[in-house]
């Protein structure tokens, strides 16, 4: 009896320690992931103790103090819906009101299609939330195809369709010899893709470069989708905050649904209404009829449910508030035309400050280009000297964030460059 006692106890040592080995190597073949290069750029910033420490890669708006702004048109919407809501879920599909109000944004204010209700819709966790949800739409419903992302791209457009198991295909974009668009390329590109492709477009304010085709382009890029059977979705991240003008920033899709395109859209209200930690966000797909649409807008919340179930509430009432009231709407437009305007003051100024320091380069792109970022073309050891030298904090691919620009600051930074440009 004591004999298996005793056996019995080593027996569960025995089993405790191979247990305790066996949960000790859980993780141990996780490997530290590696730094986002946008948000790592940050982090830099902020542990360096320099005080001309300059940071233009930050991808949010800030005033000419270097400062977050919350427009006072969200202020006011705050105020209005402060202790006038209660808590409980939104559905699926997230707010009604706010998705309407955003498709007209995208879709025009007097849009046969939303008349028709051939718009498949859901609210989104902003920008990125509603790529991923139409990268997994395309996966399940096409799975056979691919999707076409242009060369360069915002970083995480790479990492939405590759999560979702999507294989990518890339096209040119952008041309550095004239950091402009690299046009012939592209339309070759659209030419040779096999029929029926998916291509992942920007709308306006291409991020990283600035660089946006003419309206022409755009017509001759509709043109060639019609021809080839391409799926365009667009990506609209800046609506209102290049130009200063939604209707216009919006053109490119306008162009698309003029030429009889169904397509899909990403809205959001991070830039354009300062809600960055809002995330507040649109899914769209236009569709052939009213009965596609329901059935797509099912699926697309069938998709939602296991992700996130239901999307935030205080955003969506947020933006309803201001879309929903012509008052308060017209505050907004005025706002986001300031915005726009002084990103494009700070153009004009760093273009200025570069070519009076008697820089033998030409620094025309600067203001070819629009909204929040400035491809420079600098080369990344010219970027490793801006910060080691300068302590000016930019992602290597010589993306300048024109909010981080102050006309405190703007002379200094345009020193700097052209003193790393003489490299070139």
């Known amino acids: 009896m004591a004999f298996r006692a005793v056996m019995s106890r080593r027996g569960t040592n025995r089993s405790s320690d191979i247990g305790a080995r066996w949960m000790s ?14 948000l790592g750029v940050t982090e830099a910033f902020l542990a360096d103790p320099s005080p001309s420490k300059v940071n233009v890669g930050v991808g949010a708006y800030r005033d000419d103090n270097g400062k977050p702004v919350v427009l006072e048109c969200v202020r006011e919407a705050e105020r209005r819906i402060a202790g006038h809501s209660n808590m409980e879920y939104l559905p699926m599909g997230g707010s009604v009101k706010m998705v309407e109000e955003t498709l007209k944004l995208a879709y025009g204010e007097n849009s046969e299609f939303i008349k028709d209700k051939r718009i498949a819709a859901v609210q989104s966790l902003s920008g990125t939330g509603a790529c991923r949800l139409f990268a997994d739409f395309q996966k399940r419903f096409r799975p056979d195809s691919q999707i076409y992302i242009p060369v360069p791209t915002w970083a995480n457009h790479h990492n939405i369709w590759r999560d979702a198991q999507v294989p990518q295909r890339t096209f040119h974009y952008y041309l550095p010899e004239t950091r402009g668009l690299d046009f012939a390329s592209l339309m070759d590109d659209i030419k040779n893709a096999p029929n029926g492709s998916f291509f992942l477009l920007h709308a306006c304010a291409h991020n990283p470069t600035g660089v946006d085709p003419t309206e022409e382009q755009w017509r001759e890029m509709s043109y060639q989708f019609k021809a080839k059977g391409h799926f365009a979705f667009f990506d609209m991240a800046y609506q209102g905050f290049a130009s200063g003008d939604p209707e ?177």
């Not at 190597?25 to 946008?38: F, L, Q, R, S």
Request: aromatic share 6%; proline share 4%.
């Open 25 to 38: 190597t859980w993780w141990g073949n996780v490997e530290p992931a590696a730094k986002d290069p946008i």
């Open 248 to 424: 216009r920033d919006a053109k490119s899709i306008r162009i698309f649904l003029e030429d009889g395109h169904l397509i899909g859209i990403a809205q959001s209200y991070a830039k354009n209404m300062g809600l960055y930690g809002q995330r507040v966000g649109c899914l769209s797909v236009l569709c052939e009829d009213e009965k596609q649409a329901v059935a797509v807008k099912s699926q697309l919340q069938q998709l939602a449910r296991p992700m996130y179930s239901n999307p935030p509430l205080h955003g969506a009432l947020i933006v309803s508030t201001i879309l929903g009231d012509p008052e308060l709407k017209n505050l907004w437009l005025k706002e986001v035309k300031v915005m726009a305007d002084r990103i494009i003051g700070m153009r004009t100024a760093l273009r200025e400050n570069l070519e009076k320091l008697g820089s033998p380069l030409s620094w025309e792109h600067i203001t070819n280009q629009i909204g929040m970022f400035c491809y420079s073309g600098l080369t990344p050891e010219q970027v490793d000297r801006l910060t080691s030298e300068f302590h000016i904090y930019l992602t290597r691919n010589g993306r300048i964030s024109m909010a981080g620009i102050t006309t405190g600051n703007v002379g200094y930074l345009a020193n700097a460059i052209n003193e790393v440009s003489k490299s070139a």
